[in-house]
Structure formats: C-alpha cells, structure tokens
T-cell receptor
Framework: EDKVVQSPLSLVVHEGDTVTLNCSYE??????LLWYKQEKKAPTFLFMLTSSGIEKKSGRLSSILDKKELFSILNITATQTGDSAIYLC??????????FGQGTELSVKP | DVKVTQSSRYLVKRTGEKVFLECVQD?????MFWYRQDPGLGLRLIYFSYDVKMKEKGDIPEGYSVSREKKERFSLILESASTNQTSMYLC??????????????FGPGTRLTVL
C-alpha cells in the first residue's frame, strides 16, 4: 500500500531559527512530490518536485528530492511567526490522486 | 485567480441528520476531491470524481456519498451524521491528469461538528 510519512509531527522554534521538515514515501509509481502550506484556511501550493537533486527555492523556503532514498526535505531559514502552519507533503502515484502524509505542525514563537 | 469555494466554513448538526457539503470550482477542472482532515492523520481521501456523474471511492468512503451533476460542483453527503464524522472537510480540484501535473487547488474547508 502506498504511503507517505512526515516527521516530526509537530515542532516549536523561535524566530530566526532554521527548520527542516522531512517527508518519506513508499509509492509504486512515483511521478512527483508536492509540498503545501496550510494556515487557518485552504492549503496553498509551495513546490512540486519530480527530479532528484534539483533544489526548488522560493524566498526562505527550499526543497529537494532524493528518489533513491525516497524522501524529500523542506527547509525554512530565518523563520518568522508567519511561517507557523501545517506543512503537508503529498505524492502523485499516477493513480489520478495524491497520497498525503500526516502533516507537520510548525509553531514559530517570537 | 483560481478559486474553490465551499458552502459553509462552520456547521453544527445533530446525530442522524442528513448533511450536505457543497463545493464549487471556477477553473473548469475535470477532477474534484473530498478529504477529511483530522489531527495526526493528515488528509484522507473520501471520494473523488473525474467527470460529471462519475465517482470513485477513496480510502474512507464509509458513511458518505457524493454527487456530481455539473462539472463545477461536487457535493458530499452524510446520509445519517454520526459523532465520529466531526472533522474538517476539504474540497479540492485539479485539471485532467494527462498533462502529468497533479497540483490540487483547495477550498477553505468546512469544520463540521456533529453533536
């Protein structure tokens, strides 16, 4: 059965810290891995990763995929209170739907 | 700007009531999805639809049904609500899979409480 596992499930840091969120997967027909950010509303798309070793970057957020070891990381540098959210990882298994992990709840304290 | 809307942000119902959750997208997407989100469990797929009048069971369809009479609208129905269906319900849509892109666009969610 295809599955996606995120760690940690929750994390508390202080402003200015750097955090790394993990997403590992076991999927039979991998096509892409997606990261979403969810505040008190709809999840919003961050990144889609399809190739190993190519970093995607947007401001202080970056992500990379390792298709050999079957995981991805999402890095956030110089965290701000506005980064507080649930971060969702999902994998496209070519079945027309996404397989989601449990999410990581990040809390950034001032 | 892409948009997925859900009929209610918050809903309180009683055990045994029939509940309708509505989702509308304005992006002409073929695919639509209903998830529930619970702490520690992430998003779990209830039902999805690839086309009008077409539906597929997701991972947890028990106790739910869906209706897709028009391309832009996907309804989730709780035939007889139970307390274990108290949850956040998220609707999403995505374009046809053939392009190899499967980014899903989400609505704001409906927080349903069943008393």
């Amino acid at each position: 059965e295809d599955k996606v596992v995120q760690s940690p499930l929750s994390l508390v840091v202080h402003e200015g810290d750097t955090v790394t969120l993990n997403c590992s997967y076991e999927v039979t027909n991998f096509r892409s891995l997606l990261w979403y950010k969810q505040e008190k509303k709809a999840p919003t798309f961050l990144f889609m990763l399809t190739s190993s070793g190519i970093e995607k970057k947007s401001g202080r957020l970056s992500s990379i995929l390792d298709k050999k070891e079957l995981f991805s990381i999402l890095n956030i540098t110089a965290t701000q209170t506005g980064d507080s959210a649930i971060y969702l990882c999902a994998v496209d298994n070519q079945g027309g739907k996404l397989i989601f992990g449990q999410g990581t709840e990040l809390s950034v304290k001032p | 700007d892409v948009k997925v809307t859900q009929s209610s942000r918050y809903l309180v119902k009683r055990t045994g009531e029939k509940v309708f959750l509505e989702c509308v997208q304005d992006m002409d997407h073929e695919n639509m999805f209903w998830y529930r989100q619970d702490p520690g469990l992430g998003l779990r797929l209830i039902y999805f639809s690839y086309d009008v009048k077409m539906k597929e069971k997701g991972d947890i369809p028990e106790g739910y049904s869906v209706s897709r009479e028009k391309k832009e609208r996907f309804s989730l129905i709780l035939e007889s609500a139970s307390t274990n269906q108290t949850s956040m319900y998220l609707c999403a849509s995505s374009p046809l899979d053939g392009r190899g892109i499967n980014e899903q666009f989400f609505g704001p969610g409906t927080r349903l409480t069943v008393l």
